[in-house]
């Protein structure tokens, strides 16, 4: 037997990964000098407006996307979509800043958020695998496509300050 996801459930995760992104560039952004934060602060906003994108796609999803794909009455399965939303990219049991070395410099920040983001892209193409056709398996390229303007984004920044 396979797990199957409809696209509501993955827009959920998706949403909670950005709002655990998003925390991450705050935290990070305090670890570096102040006149430094701004790119990272633009990025924690960011996150959030992605995170609004996510819900207002969710929200137009019609239909057997927003259906059960089985029988939960416990809802275990709404626990393990936050549990593994919160473990996925940006752990949000882990302080955000954990994989940061105390005295990050801003590209340390960067490489460490290029990876996450990597990692996000990972994620949302194997949950595409989760959510059949007819489920909305199409809106997750949606996320996928957000993602790898994150990684552009940071790969352009570190770019320029290897300048």
Known sequence: MSIQFNADEIFEIAERIEANGAAFYRAAARKIPEASRGFL????????????????????????ST???????????????????????????????TALPADSSVEDILRVA??????????????QYLVPPALGKAEIDGIVLEEMSHVTLLTRKLVALKR
């Open 114 to 127: 290029l990876e996450r983001e990597k990692a996000s892209i990972a994620f949302y193409v194997g949950m």
């Open 41 to 64: 602060l633009d990025l924690a906003v960011w996150e959030e407006q992605h995170q609004q994108k996510f819900a207002a796609m969710r929200t137009r999803l019609a239909g057997e």
């Open 67 to 97: 259906e059960p794909t089985v029988w939960d009455p416990d809802c275990e399965a709404a626990q393990y979509l936050q549990a593994l939303a919160d473990g996925a990219v940006f752990p949000a049991d882990e302080a955000p800043v």
